[in-house]
């Protein structure tokens, strides 16, 4: 079983930015696939970015390229979302997601892939 705890969400103005962190509660992370997922009430969850183990394969969805930079540090069995230049349509309650361990994920961005959510964090741009 693997816990995984985000934090660093919060409140702030479009244009800014704001990094967002998983600890995981597991021995070791270097065999998971993780990845940040975003979603609202009544919407489908949208994956966000993902990395693989070793952070050499990387995932970004369309609408955060060139923004949102994902990145892992395994000692620390911590994942990372940067996020700059932020827009209102950020706004969304931000999760973190890991694989089973040692699992072949081909769709990166969508949700079936991984067996393991964080609780979320929220995220609020204001305009």
């Known amino acids: 079983q693997v816990q995984l705890v985000e934090s660093g969400g919060g409140s702030v103005q479009a244009g800014g930015s704001l990094r967002l962190s998983c600890a995981a509660s597991t021995y070791s992370v270097s065999s998971i696939h993780m990845a940040w997922f975003r979603q609202v009430p009544g919407k489908e969850r949208e994956g966000v970015a993902s990395?693989?183990?070793?952070?050499?394969?990387?995932d970004y969805a369309d609408s955060v390229k060139g923004r949102f930079t994902i990145s892992r540090d395994n000692a620390k069995r911590t994942v990372y979302l940067q996020m700059n230049s932020l827009k209102s349509e950020d706004t969304d309650m931000y999760y973190c997601?890991?694989?089973?361990?040692?699992?072949?994920?081909?769709?990166?961005?969508?949700?079936?892939?991984?067996?393991?959510w964080g609780q979320g964090t929220q995220v609020t741009v204001s305009s």
């Open positions: 990395i693989s183990p070793g952070g050499s394969s990387i």
């Open positions: 997601a890991a694989s089973r361990l040692g699992a072949w994920v081909r769709t990166p961005l969508r949700p079936y892939e991984y067996n393991y």
